[in-house]
């Protein structure tokens, strides 16, 4: 056994009494909303990756399909511009509404939410990187689907790149209307259905003629957030674009995507602290 001498215990005691008991632990910086973008849309796009065979599949053939279909009633004119211009954004909203609100909705029932929740990712990421991943998957269907339209009602091809904006552009509004459709579902199922519909409303809203259809049901075209994108794109195929209705389309269409996105956020919020 070994003896500590008396005046080395008394020596350490005033040593003690002088420190200070340590506080909370400082925590790391909060990510910031770039690099968690990034990460976010890296993960998600792996994760895509293996179903994007069938996405582009389904979401391709359906609109080219529809458009034959439509060759036997539409001849040309204003109405093959619609038909060829709704039909491209159509693939747009079948992956970016329809599936993004299925996932979604599965995500929040299997409590995936949770997983998301201890990252330190601002949720303005969580739902940008799934919405930017999932709409990447349909740049060449939207692409395949717009030549081929244009070679079906012979369109002119020569403003085909404003699809650089329509794609981004109708893509974040309408992801941003299926992420939040898909949060604040109460079950999946009523998700999935909630994305059918809105799938379904852009395809009988955006690929028929305006001009063939009642008021009411102009109105309520009126209030589809791919419309704006379908109406910039439509514009283009004339022989002399008014290029101010254009970018006045892709601002609503711009516009309507925050609104969209920044409903989305808080529903993200809404669902991850239940």
Same mark, same amino acid.
């Given at each position: 056994?070994?003896? %500590?001498? =008396?005046?080395?215990?008394?020596? /350490? =005691?005033?040593?003690?009494?002088?420190?200070?008991?340590?506080?909370?632990?400082?925590?790391?910086?909060?990510? !910031?909303?770039?690099?968690?973008? %990034?990460?976010?849309?890296?993960?998600?796009?792996?994760? &895509? !990756?293996? =179903? !994007?065979?069938?996405?582009?599949?389904?979401?391709?053939?359906?609109?080219?399909?529809?458009?034959?279909?439509?060759?036997?009633?539409?001849?040309?004119?204003?109405?093959?511009?619609?038909?060829?211009?709704?039909?491209?954004?159509?693939?747009?909203?079948?992956?970016?509404?329809?599936?993004?609100?299925?996932?979604?909705?599965?995500?929040?029932?299997?409590?995936?939410?949770?997983?998301?929740?201890?990252?330190?990712?601002?949720?303005?990421?969580? %739902?940008?990187?799934?919405?930017?991943?999932?709409?990447?998957?349909?740049?060449?269907?939207?692409?395949?689907?717009?030549?081929?339209?244009?070679?079906?009602?012979?369109?002119?091809?020569?403003?085909?790149?404003?699809?650089?904006?329509?794609?981004?552009? /109708?893509?974040?509004?309408? &992801?941003?209307?299926? *992420? *939040?459709? +898909?949060?604040?579902?109460?079950?999946?199922?009523?998700?999935?259905?909630?994305?059918?519909? +809105?799938?379904?409303?852009?395809?009988?809203?955006?690929?028929?003629?305006?001009? !063939?259809?009642?008021?009411?049901?102009?109105?309520?075209?009126?209030?589809?957030?791919?419309?704006?994108? %379908?109406?910039?794109?439509?514009?283009?195929? +004339?022989?002399?674009?008014?290029?101010?209705?254009?970018?006045?389309?892709?601002?609503?269409?711009?516009?309507?995507?925050?609104i969209s996105l920044a409903v989305a956020t808080w529903a993200y919020r809404?669902a991850a602290v239940r």
């Open positions: 056994m070994s003896v %500590v001498p =008396a005046d080395a215990l008394q020596g /350490a =005691a005033p040593a003690a009494e002088g420190r200070h008991p340590a506080g909370p632990a400082e925590l790391g910086p909060r990510a !910031r909303l770039w690099p968690s973008l %990034v990460a976010v849309y890296r993960a998600q796009l792996s994760r &895509a !990756r293996v =179903a !994007r065979i069938p996405l582009l599949f389904v979401a391709t053939f359906q609109s080219i399909g529809i458009m034959i279909l439509m060759r036997g009633v539409v001849d040309g004119g204003g109405e093959a511009r619609a038909v060829v211009a709704g039909s491209a954004v159509l693939v747009v909203a079948f992956v970016a509404l329809n599936l993004l609100a299925q996932y979604f909705g599965q995500l929040r029932s299997s409590g995936g939410l949770d997983h998301y929740a201890t990252l330190p990712v601002p949720p303005a990421a969580v %739902v940008l990187g799934a919405a930017g991943a999932y709409a990447s998957f349909t740049v060449p269907g939207t692409v395949v689907t717009a030549v081929f339209g244009c070679l079906l009602f012979g369109l002119p091809m020569t403003h085909l790149w404003v699809l650089v904006a329509v794609i981004p552009l /109708a893509g974040a509004a309408l &992801a941003g209307l299926g *992420a *939040a459709l +898909g949060l604040l579902a109460p079950r999946p199922e009523f998700a999935t259905l909630l994305g059918q519909l +809105g799938m379904s409303a852009a395809l009988l809203l955006g690929v028929l003629p305006p001009e !063939r259809m009642p008021q009411v049901v102009r109105l309520a075209r009126d209030l589809l957030p791919s419309t704006y994108g %379908v109406e910039a794109f439509a514009r283009t195929f +004339g022989e002399r674009p008014d290029w101010g209705f254009v970018l006045g389309d892709l601002a609503v269409c711009a516009a309507v995507g925050v809404r």
